[in-house]
């Protein structure tokens, strides 16, 4: 036997090998996870989109609830004296009332609930395009009636132009324009004069305050010939209220072009009553109100233009145009807005 067939070499068979990926692998793991990112992705925008739209949409039915209630409130009182109002049997010697030739917008009674349409003009608000001012395509809407109903009267003491009331009132002071109301009829006055001390109402003619009275007598008919006029004595726990006066109307909140629904209400500023300078911003982004009215004995709503007697409007119909606070909350990177209506009956009107 040859000495080469006893040295034969044996090839080892578990040698281990270190292999790494492909450039191919690496670039199918890469677009793989890309994939992936991208899904997570488009789930979490679509989120944040849903929850932008919805925070959007909340808010947009959260500031037609608040408007509605607001707005609700002052059209359900129209006309409310505090007493029988039905009866329509309401005096007014405010100097400023159409009796006497007064045309200031809060001291007719006979308009308690007015309407006007876009591009009529408001006594009560100035048209145009400054903050605060309403804008022309809209309409507004006043409305009088009785506020809070504070106060009860003990003794009349009449011609002397006075009231002793039942107990002292936080609320009332001189130059507060007033309802007193018995269940014959409600008179309208301004305050000349109130003392705490002796609880005394004192209702008297002169410049004491603005706009002031142009009768002593509270009667019915309204008389303002002379300075005791039509005397007429409240009986025992006859209730004084406060005259409450607003108008509503879509204003500018800001020069570009922002609007909010906005209210104008009555201001005592020493001694004189008249409309605030400056209206309340109630809802923001109401961007449009439309009303109509329902008059008796008519089955349908029209538009102010088409009321013929407003003290036989019985309901109003507002619709608003709201947008969302977040400019951008929609797909398409706009405002979300929704129109909303509610019918409002005017409470004392509806037997």
């Not at 036997?1 to 090839?11: A, C, D, L």
């Not at 793991?29 to 899904?39: E, K, R, S």
């Not at 609930?113 to 145009?128: C, E, F, Q, S």
């Not at 979300?336 to 509610?342: D, F, K, M, Q, V």
Request: aromatic fraction near 6%; glycine fraction near 8%; include cysteine.
């Amino acid at each position: 036997m040859s000495s080469s067939s006893k040295h034969r070499v044996i090839p080892l068979r578990n040698s281990t090998f270190t292999r790494g990926f492909t450039l191919i692998e690496l670039m199918i793991a890469m677009i793989l996870g890309l994939v992936v990112i991208a899904g997570v992705t488009s789930v979490f925008l679509a989120g944040q989109q849903s929850f932008r739209s919805n925070n959007a949409l909340a808010d947009v039915e959260n500031g037609s609830r608040i408007a509605f209630e607001l707005m609700s409130r002052d059209i359900r009182a129209a006309g409310l004296t505090g007493c029988d109002s039905t009866s329509n049997r309401v005096a007014n010697v405010l100097s400023n009332s159409p009796s006497n030739g007064g045309t200031d917008w809060w001291a007719n009674w006979g308009n308690a609930l007015h309407g006007y349409d876009a591009g009529v003009a408001d006594p009560a608000v100035t048209t145009g395009t400054g903050v605060g001012q309403r804008v022309a395509t809209t309409d507004s809407l006043e409305i009088i009636s009785a506020g809070n109903l504070p106060v009860t009267i003990q003794e009349d003491k009449e011609p002397a132009a006075n009231f002793k009331l039942n107990a002292p009132s936080t609320t009332l002071q001189s130059g507060d324009v007033i309802i007193v109301c018995s269940p014959d009829h409600a008179t309208i006055v301004q305050i000349s004069n109130y003392n705490n001390n002796n609880v005394t109402v004192v209702h008297n003619t002169g410049g004491v305050v603005s706009p002031g009275n142009c009768s002593k007598g509270l009667g019915y008919p309204t008389d303002c010939s002379s300075t005791n006029g039509n005397i007429y004595t409240f009986p025992p726990n006859s209730v004084i209220a406060g005259l409450t006066a607003s108008d509503w109307y879509i204003g500018n909140y800001n020069t570009t072009g922002g609007r909010s629904l906005y209210r104008i209400g009555l201001v005592n500023t020493g001694g004189t009553k008249v409309a605030a300078n400056t209206p309340q911003e109630m809802v923001r982004n109401v961007t449009d109100m439309q009303i109509t009215y329902l008059q008796n004995p008519n089955t349908s709503f029209v538009p102010a233009a088409s009321v013929t007697d407003w003290s036989q409007v019985v309901a109003a119909r507002v619709t608003l145009k709201l947008e969302s606070t977040f400019q951008r909350a929609s797909v398409n990177a706009t405002p979300i807005a929704r129109t909303y209506s509610a019918t409002t009956t005017v409470r004392n009107r509806v037997l």
